[in-house]
């Protein structure tokens, strides 16, 4: 890793984290990006061929940022997922990759007929 977060900020309405680098590189993550690439076991599996799409995450919310360490971040959302850990390095990943990983999340939400709504705010 070349350089360490300078900053981690939750926005108000808890649905933006903004990570930037002490080399000038700052991302805006939305929570559901992060919530539906959580690195955790229940969202990555123990594989690529595990991964799990995960709906209804479209107005999830971050609750908690907690450090761990000196090398990451326990997210706690608002559906009481928190066993992600989000090390420096993925984090700047999902930044840099961030248009790509949206895209292929809403692929395969359609692809599986899965929507990016809760299911009590679907009619």
Known sequence: MSDWPS??????DRRTLTVSFEGGESHELPAELLRVESPSAEVQGHGPSQKRIVPGK???????????????????FDDMHDTGIFGWDYLRLLGREREAKMAAYLAALDEQGLSRERPSARR
Request: net charge positive.
């Open 7 to 12: 900053e981690i900020r939750l926005s108000k």
């Open 58 to 76: 479209r107005e999830v919310e971050i609750l908690k940022v907690e450090p761990v360490g000196n090398y990451a971040v326990r997210l706690t």
